[in-house]
């Protein structure tokens, strides 16, 4: 069974141009998470999709963020016009449900993103 | 202040000693408690989880809860050079039915085990 995937796993962007960061979630999960960890730092929650839905966006920087879940194909967290602080390592998690006990979530190993 | 305090380390420990880790919390609300591993340039894998007080083991391993000091404990026996990682603790509230359990990580403690 595969896991989480992501992809890339490395990516290196230019200040001012855009990055796509995709995350394929397991076989038969329709719960996708977001987070983020810098170095020295835990992770922190950016988004929680389903489907098509965003249901919660508390944890996304206002402006040059945005995800999306469509119907068919993998999620994807698109991050326009880099900025140097936007250097981090982004997890994608998945989960069947969204009650942590009864469906926890599963991690992928991560897209790591320079900008140079 | 952080919502979650863990130390960073790195906490290195003799091949068969006993690792212990643990967190604190400032959010008395919380009350579902998780334990992860991270390899190096891996994800995190979910080790263990508790509900409110109390011990669980599982394994080599034992998870504490002290909600009266918000205190969450994590214990590794007889310690591998394989279990050597950065071990995440996370919490994350009651879902109600308008809501979800999101989690709130600590920054993780780096583990050395020396053969």
């Known amino acids: 069974n595969a896991g989480v995937m992501q992809n890339p796993r490395h990516l290196v962007r230019r200040r001012g141009q855009e990055a796509r960061l995709r995350c394929s979630p397991m076989k038969g999960h329709s719960h996708v998470y977001w987070y983020r960890q810098l170095p020295e730092e835990g992770l922190k929650f950016m988004v929680y999709l389903q489907k098509e839905n965003i249901i919660d966006e508390s944890g996304m920087p206002k402006e040059r963020f945005s995800a999306e879940f469509p119907k068919e194909g993998p999620s994807i967290l698109r991050i326009q016009q880099v900025v140097r602080g936007d250097s981090a390592a982004y997890f994608c998690a998945s989960s069947m449900g969204s009650h942590i006990l009864n469906q926890p979530q599963h991690f992928g190993d991560g897209t790591r993103l320079s900008i140079l | ?115």
């Open chain 2, 1 to 115: 202040q952080k919502e979650v305090e863990q130390d960073p380390g790195p906490l290195s420990v003799p091949e068969g000693a006993i690792v212990s880790l643990n967190c604190t919390y400032s959010n008395s609300a919380f009350q579902y408690f998780m334990w992860y591993r991270q390899y190096s340039r891996k994800g995190p894998e979910l080790l263990m989880y508790t509900y409110s007080s109390g011990n669980k083991e599982d394994g080599r391993f034992t998870a504490q809860v002290d909600k009266s000091s918000k205190y969450i404990s994590l214990f590794i026996r007889d310690s591998q050079p394989s279990d050597s990682a950065t071990y995440l603790c996370a919490m994350s509230l009651i879902p109600f039915l308008d809501s979800w359990g999101k989690l709130q990580f600590g920054a993780g403690t780096q583990v050395v085990v020396t053969p």
